[in-house]
């Protein structure tokens, strides 16, 4: 099982990051993939999640509005289209998957080792 998560990097503030999840070794469009971000010395957070066949999708608060998940299960992939991005969303993002959409990492079956992303002028 492995789910690889790219497309960080450094970006000012305000502008745009799209980040991928590819996934394999599972039946990927039997999952939910949710997306996690952690930034030193912070609790790993919840930043939105896709349910198997992209009926649900969630998002946390904080990125409501700014943040676009959608997924292609022909490719196995999750993408995480990401604007207006503001210093506080710098943070590892991580992608993980478990049977249904959840907000708690704890419920999650398998992660990816996760990405950087850095807003900084």
């Known amino acids: 099982v492995q789910l690889q998560a790219s497309g960080g990097g450094l970006v000012q503030p305000g502008g745009s990051l799209r980040l991928s999840c590819a996934a394999s070794?599972?039946?990927?469009?039997?999952?939910?993939i949710g997306w996690f971000r952690q930034a030193p010395g912070k609790e790993r957070e919840w930043v939105s999640c896709?349910?198997?066949?992209?009926?649900?999708?969630s998002y946390a608060d904080s990125v409501k509005g700014r943040f676009t998940i959608s997924r292609h299960n022909a490719k196995n992939t999750v993408s995480l289209q990401m604007n207006s991005l503001k210093p506080e969303d710098t943070a590892v993002y991580y992608c993980?998957?478990?049977?249904?959409?959840?907000?708690?990492?704890?419920?999650?079956?398998?992660w990816g080792q996760g990405t950087q992303v850095t807003v900084s002028s």
């Open positions: 070794g599972f039946t990927f469009d039997d999952y939910a």
């Open positions: 896709i349910s198997e066949n992209a009926g649900i999708t």
């Open positions: 993980a998957a478990h049977k249904s959409c959840s907000s708690w990492y704890i419920d999650y079956d398998y």
